[in-house]
């Protein structure tokens, strides 16, 4: 049977391979961590790694899962403390809150390829999410004191 | 699944009756039960007056504090937050709000959601900026209550002067004997005493406060959000439950003629097709009927509903179209229609008037787009139903479903979770009436239906379409002397009501009834009809965002055309510093609020526009291409004024290096979330203006999803947002709402800025490429 590795965990899957990852995650593995927005690759409120890159759930098949490491919001650190988690709570990012899985695993996986982004870095690469409740400019400051507090830059 | 066979939601979301293991001794709930006397708030004894504020809502105000506060024998403190979260934080403030006068240890507080049960919490109606304004004095009450019950247990034991003893810190402290001992000590006998008279609590002088007014405060809900266990609506899970998407009409009124389910019960997944009828128009909270396809998972569903082939009769509104619609309103405003506040003999002083303006402004539907759509989770066991959903409104969810299914209202229950933004979608509960339905059509089971973002924006309640026109005058030393402002707009009313022409009193009152302009001897509003095509609902400020918008905008027009700057005609038009009765100027609703209390008071109308145009140092000089704008309005009681800096490249190119903000609420309670609240303002309303429009074809709405419904991107989001705080310790004043307040100003205070800078003036929303091609 087919399985799924996500957050270093086998998941078995047994349904049609084109399900869009977002809903296996949802409604079959019960990770509702990563959430729904737009189902069309416009929001990326649906934000997980894959192999460590950042990548829509919506649009990407079970298919293109099997042979790849899947990583949620659940999974991105043991123990919430992930720089970007500590930086976002320290500074009160979230309004409702719905989105910030997304911006989370979108900002980490940023990080990872550009330790010490400018605001015209994070714009470019933060731009595929959107927050309807408007923290914008908290995301661009928890990014910048995230990168405090990974240690290597300020 | 969680040991109780319940939803896998948080502890802190978990209903509070589930919790029974627990040796609660201020039994959460027990204000349901007969010996409830409660204290009754002040102005409830006044049987035969106008109640005003929370007391003139459904359901009241309450504050007896073994509704709102359990103490466990450890100590730990359960405050109960009964309003919906949607990122205005109020799970983090009520329980600041309690614990400040309870003498609790915020680190030793848990909040626990209350379900919806108006009777037992009071109003829950999370709109109309109302949570905190209304609740910050019962919730004040029942904190203090608790402390002095408190008091009184470990007096009786120590044998000493109740008056002696005194709460600190989470402890009962008596200083003569040294005698000292935690909450949880005394919290089984403090239970068992009566709960003090109103008359008798000593609440705390505000410089006393420790939590209230206190600035920094973590959210509550941080650990959970940034790991991803919060729950939202759209997260419940129960056992054995499916899923469901509906196939909506997608005109207002419409109905399914015909349907052909073949294609789609042949999906894998699918468990069942059922048609829900049609709604009539006017639909108020009712499920607008459809095709509804119910099954193994989301996915399952959304692909047998692409398959599904229907045909729709489209009803009475199959015509609507926004640009004819457009033509209609612009016909209505350039006549007169109902007057609704008059002042002076505005039409023969603005013939006389040497300088003057006639200007329209358009301002098209939106939607509300919350990031969670519309999502609800419903059950029927034994004649009872369980909803869980995020909801603002739990209480007409409650009658909905009640309705329905033909239950009695005390055999539905209404969980509330988290709400993935609200922004007033989610007040109505059409939603959740569709899960009841297809829970029923499945035998009770449990139904989760899930709106896709094509079903949130074709079929939301949109912000109402709008067509504003002013005609203004000023006299030869540019002194503003006359001003006519004509309204039309469908009202929210049509949704209730049918053939609804005319703006509510409500509506109207939403800054043109009781616009605080007092410096124009001559100021005349009328309100032509306007009739609704498509549902209107309310939308974060309301009638505000038209209103003020136009207001606004024609303040910095009328400046022009006199020579004058805007800031310096704004402050002439608001008048010296008064504080006016609504109720004098027209029929006033004032948000509910007393008129003779919350005045509209020029004085503080004044300091905002002071504040913001000192800290964005109005009035200085910029390079070219770069402009400045400000605009002022009160709403939901509350003052707030914006200045937008835009710079404009040549191409069209619009930039905000800095937006600043000033706000004056009266006293801050969480002055942490009302900063987020008017950062998040700006940008809504940024976004607003810059791009949101849901145009109607054949009745249709065009926009269906992100790529064409836009809106503002973190790369379109100012460089700086300053929000300044005006008033923000002074608790003598009546206090005002947060959440909505803060858009208004942003729309017109753009355009103004976008004036200064290009020369060229905007009236038609939204301003997409129009700055494009000079
Ligand atoms: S849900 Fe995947 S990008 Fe919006
Ligand atoms: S915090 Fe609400 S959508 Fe981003």
């Not at chain 2, 109780?4 to 029974?20: T, Y």
């Amino acid at each position: 049977m087919p399985t799924i590795n996500v957050n270093g965990r086998d998941h078995a899957f047994e349904g049609n391979p084109e399900m869009p990852l977002l809903w296996f995650l949802r409604d079959v593995a019960g990770l509702t961590g990563t959430k729904f927005g737009c189902g069309m690759a416009l929001c990326g409120a649906c934000t997980i790694h894959l192999d460590g890159v950042a990548t829509r759930a919506c649009v990407t098949p079970v298919a293109a899962a099997l042979t790849a490491k899947v990583t949620t919001i659940e999974g991105l650190s043991v123990d919430g403390d992930h720089p970007v988690q500590q930086a976002w709570k320290e500074l009160n990012v979230a309004q409702c809150g719905y989105c910030q899985a997304g911006q989370i695993m979108q900002a980490a996986s940023l990080l990872k390829q550009k330790p010490k982004p400018s605001d015209a870095d994070i714009d470019a690469t933060m731009a595929g999410n959107l927050c309807r409740c408007g923290t914008y400019t908290r995301i661009r400051a928890a990014i910048h004191l995230a990168v405090v507090k990974t240690g290597g830059a300020a | 699944m969680s040991a109780d066979g319940q939803i896998p939601v948080k502890p802190l979301d978990v209903p509070i009756a589930n919790e029974s293991r627990r040796a609660f001794l201020f039994g959460l709930g027990a204000g349901a039960l007969v010996l409830a006397v409660g204290l009754p708030a002040p102005r409830a004894l006044a049987q035969e007056a106008k109640k005003y504020g929370g007391d003139g809502m459904p359901g009241g105000l309450k504050d007896d504090p073994r509704t709102f506060i359990a103490i466990d024998a450890d100590g730990t403190v359960t405050i109960l937050n009964h309003r919906a979260e949607m990122g205005q934080g109020v799970r983090t403030s009520v329980p600041m709000i309690v614990a400040d006068e309870l003498e609790a240890d915020f680190s030793r507080v848990r909040v626990r959601q209350a379900p919806g049960d108006q009777e037992t919490y009071g109003n829950q109606n999370t709109d109309g900026s109302r949570s905190i304004r209304h609740a910050f004095a019962p919730l004040r009450r029942a904190g203090a209550a608790a402390r002095q019950m408190l008091e009184a247990a470990a007096a009786a034991a120590w044998a000493v002067p109740a008056s002696e003893v005194r709460a600190v810190n989470h402890e009962l402290v008596h200083a003569k004997s040294g005698k000292r001992a935690g909450f949880g000590a005394f919290a089984e006998a403090a239970a068992k005493l009566p709960v003090p008279e109103a008359a008798t609590l000593r609440l705390k002088a505000a410089k006393d406060f420790r939590y209230i007014g206190k600035d920094g405060r973590a959210l509550v809900d941080n650990d959970d959000i940034v790991t991803g266990k919060a729950t939202f609506g759209i997260d419940v899970r129960l056992d054995g439950m499916l899923y469901a998407v509906v196939a909506r009409p997608p005109v207002y009124g419409g109905r399914v003629r015909t349907h052909d389910a073949k294609a789609a019960l042949a999906v894998p997944g699918v468990v069942k097709v059922v048609p829900l009828d049609g709604a009539p128009i006017p639909s108020a909270f009712l499920p607008l009927g459809g095709i509804a396809i119910i099954a193994e998972n989301t996915w399952a569903a959304i692909e047998a509903r692409r398959k599904l082939a229907i045909e729709w009769d489209d009803g009475p509104n199959a015509g609507y179209d926004s640009a004819a619609y457009r033509a209609t309103l612009e016909t209505a405003v350039r006549a007169p229609g109902k007057l609704v506040r008059d002042a002076g003999d505005t039409y023969a002083a603005l013939e006389r008037a040497p300088n003057k303006i006639a200007a329209e402004y358009y301002i098209p539907h939106i939607a509300h787009a919350p990031m969670e759509a519309p999502v609800a989770t419903v059950r029927i066991t034994d004649g009872a139903c369980e909803a869980w959903a995020s909801v603002q409104a739990p209480e007409a969810a409650r009658t909905l479903l009640a309705e329905l299914l033909k239950l009695p209202k005390e055999k539905v229950t209404i969980h509330q979770t988290l709400l993935g933004g609200g922004f007033g979608r989610k007040s109505k509960p059409d939603f959740i009436g569709e899960a009841a339905l297809l829970s029923k059509a499945v035998d009770g089971k449990p139904v989760k239906v899930t709106w896709t973002r094509e079903d949130d924006i074709v079929n939301d309640y949109f912000h109402t379409v709008a067509l504003e026109r002013i005609e203004a005058g000023a006299d030869a030393k540019g002194k503003p002397v006359a001003w006519l402002h004509r309204t039309a707009a469908p009202s929210i009313g049509s949704l209730f009501g049918p053939d609804t022409k005319h703006q509510r009193a409500g509506e109207l009152g939403q800054g043109l009834t009781d616009l605080g302009f007092f410096g124009v001897p001559n100021l005349r509003i009328e309100n032509p009809e306007a009739a609704a095509h498509t549902r209107i609902g309310w939308f974060r400020s309301v009638y505000n965002i038209p209103h003020a918008f136009a207001t606004q905008c024609a303040v910095a027009e009328l400046a022009h055309a006199a020579g004058r700057d805007p800031k310096d005609m704004l402050l002439d038009l608001i008048g010296s510093p008064r504080q006016v009765d609504p109720s004098t100027l027209a029929e006033a609703s004032n948000y509910g609020e007393d008129p003779k209390v919350h005045t509209v008071d020029t004085a503080r109308l004044r300091g905002v526009v002071d504040a913001v145009a000192k800290a964005s140092r109005w009035g200085r000089t910029l390079p070219k291409g770069r402009g400045l704008g400000i605009a002022a309005h009160r709403s939901f009681a509350t003052y707030t004024a914006a200045v937008v800096e835009v710079e404009v490249a040549a191409d069209g190119t619009l930039r905000i290096p800095r937006v600043d903000i000033a706000i004056d609420c009266g006293l801050q309670i969480n002055p942490e979330r009302v900063r987020s609240q008017m950062e998040g303002s700006v940008i809504q309303g940024i976004s607003l203006a810059l791009l949101g429009e849901i145009r109607f074809a054949k009745g249709r709405a065009v926009q269906t999803n992100f790529h064409d419904y836009t809106l503002t991107r973190i790369d379109g989001a100012p460089a700086e947002i300053h929000v300044h705080a005006v008033n923000a310790t002074d608790a003598s004043l009546p206090l005002g709402g947060v959440g909505e307040p803060g858009l208004p100003p942003v729309p017109p205070a753009l355009l103004n800025a976008i004036f200064a800078a290009t020369g060229k003036r905007i009236r038609t929303l939204p301003v997409r490429d129009q700055l494009r091609g000079g």
